[in-house]
């Protein structure tokens, strides 16, 4: 075997995917060039502001279900990381979770009180802002059984450096700075309606479609969002290379990180008609011995986000979520 | 604007599809070396573009830069595969290769890549990952070294040392 053995085994890309990408490539600029507004730092995807800002508001997502990211959080990109669990329980061992890193410093500006169940997914829309979409693909002897609707929320988060600093000594992260001039200042998040719609099979709830408009953020200016995006990732449990690359990589305006408990759950990222998401699968033990399947499919489209979770097949799951009009 | 400025900055702006066009290949074909048939090269390959794309205005004037720098993205993304163990990439992508030649002349390549594909996998994996940037991207052992952090040395031996494996168990 040579050097040219070698070579030869090199192939290109068929051509459909390399004008797909380009494309997907090109739109992304596109929407990324709208997104900017840098004066009033009016900012969708918020979830990965006010992680790092704050102090991970995301732990408490790696074990939460998705709905609840959606409930906080909207997005134009997801980006899966997975994390250790040991290290979340660690940190909520030494009082690092977010309640107590954060929990003082959240005011609730606006309650949006217990959801409203409502009739049809028009009624849905109404109280919500925005038109609901429904999937027309139902798997069989599958039926909307509820709709609700859950009010707005609007949340002022006000950073506590020194908290932050006690945190990142705590967890021996010594060769990042917190950046100067993070204390005191104060994030503003509004967050819309969310529709819930659950359905059931013989009586049994197995999928819900939850979507949202996206939120607004309001940042002051300054905040170097990449720096304290790696101070969130170093907490979280990435390596100092990992954690420099990963946040030196991605556009933190506009994209979610969602953490997945490494050991327990499988990911990919993925594409549902032609938008990025974020595909995640968990198994749980049951009491009985018994393991249980579960999904969920994360997307944002137009403005808007979208989550599919439940225990059908991968394949049913996904078909609901891109029949979604 | 004068003109002048005009076309300084026209130059210094590159021809982002021509980069891309130029790019593409070598990060499909990095993921096909590190990976085979188990991943889906076309997937990681447009993760890799897509976080690339967003900061790749950093690179204008520096372009050898943004080649490794777009390498260190695809070896992220491929540590992050392999770290997740995702069961559910489709396979049959990542199978789906094309290549010139007559009908005979591809099945003795596939025949061939099928097997060269088989002992990469035996390969332990940091030796994948080197002939993977040298063979599939085309990187040589001076840029390799710089985007791993090795000697130029250390990577001529161990990538000597993957083949001649591969040699022996052809």
Same mark, same amino acid.
């Given at each position: ?26 739109? =992304?600029?596109?929407? %990324?060039?709208? /997104?900017?507004?840098? @004066? &009033? !730092? ?6 990965? *502001? ?101 009010? =707005?929320?609007?949340? %002022?988060?006000? /950073?506590?450096?020194? @908290? &932050? !600093? ?6 021996? *992260? ?152 | ?170």
């Amino acid at each position: 075997m040579e050097d040219t053995d070698l070579n030869s085994l090199r192939r290109d890309p068929s051509p459909a995917f390399a004008v797909r990408l380009q494309s997907s490539l090109h739109e =992304q600029e596109k929407s %990324r060039s709208h /997104a900017a507004w840098p @004066r &009033l !730092r009016a900012i969708a995807a918020p979830a990965v *502001i006010v992680i790092i800002i704050l102090g991970l508001l995301s732990l408490p997502a790696v074990r939460a279900s998705a709905q609840s990211f959606l409930a906080m959080f909207r997005v134009v990109n997801f980006v899966a990381v997975p994390v250790d669990e040991g290290r979340i329980a660690m940190l909520e061992s030494q009082n690092l979770d977010p309640p107590h890193l954060i929990g003082e410093q959240i005011q609730v500006l606006e309650d949006p009180g217990a959801p409203i169940g409502v009739v049809s997914p028009e009624q849905a829309g109404t109280a919500a802002g925005f038109e609901v979409k429904v999937p027309t693909y139902e798997p069989a002897n599958v039926t909307l059984a509820t709709i609700d609707v859950k009010g =707005q929320q609007r949340l %002022r988060a006000t /950073a506590d450096a020194e @908290r &932050l !600093r006690h945190a990142m000594e705590t967890l021996a *992260i010594t060769d990042l700075e917190v950046p100067a001039g993070l204390d005191g200042q104060t994030v503003d998040v509004r967050i819309p309606p969310v529709v819930r719609m659950r359905y059931e099979r013989g009586g049994a709830p197995v999928v819900e479609v939850l979507q949202a408009k996206s939120p607004e953020v309001s940042l002051p200016d300054g905040i170097n969002l990449a720096a304290l995006g790696e101070i969130g990732l170093r907490i979280l449990g990435l390596s100092p290379i990992e954690a420099r690359d990963f946040a030196q990589s991605i556009d933190w305006y506009t994209t979610l990180l969602v953490p997945i408990p490494a050991a327990a759950t499988s990911f990919k990222q993925i594409a549902i008609n032609g938008q990025p998401g974020v595909a995640v699968e968990r198994v749980r033990r049951l009491p009985d011995g018994g393991r249980q399947f579960s999904s969920s499919y994360l997307w944002s489209q137009n403005g808007q986000v979208f989550a599919v979770n439940g225990s059908l097949s991968a394949l049913d799951m996904l078909k609901m979520a891109e029949s979604l009009k | 604007m004068p003109g002048r400025l005009a076309r300084w900055i026209s130059a210094a702006d590159p021809d982002w599809d021509a980069v891309y066009a130029d790019q593409l290949p070598r990060v499909y074909n990095f993921f096909r070396y590190r990976f085979g048939a188990t991943a889906d090269a076309e997937d990681l390959t447009a993760r890799t573009f897509e976080k690339a794309w967003r900061a790749r205005h950093r690179y204008r004037r520096d372009l050898a830069a943004f080649s490794t720098w777009l390498l260190s993205i695809a070896r992220n993304v491929a540590a992050d595969h392999v770290r997740a163990r995702r069961p559910f990439v489709s396979l049959e992508q990542a199978s789906d290769v094309r290549a010139a030649g007559t009908p005979e002349e591809q099945a003795v390549r596939n025949s061939d890549g099928e097997r060269l594909a088989a002992l990469l996998q035996q390969l332990p994996d940091r030796e994948r990952e080197l002939l993977a940037m040298k063979y599939g991207a085309g990187m040589t052992n001076r840029t390799i070294a710089i985007a791993t952090g090795l000697s130029e040395s250390n990577v001529g031996t161990i990538v000597h040392r993957a083949v001649q494996t591969l040699r022996a168990r052809w």
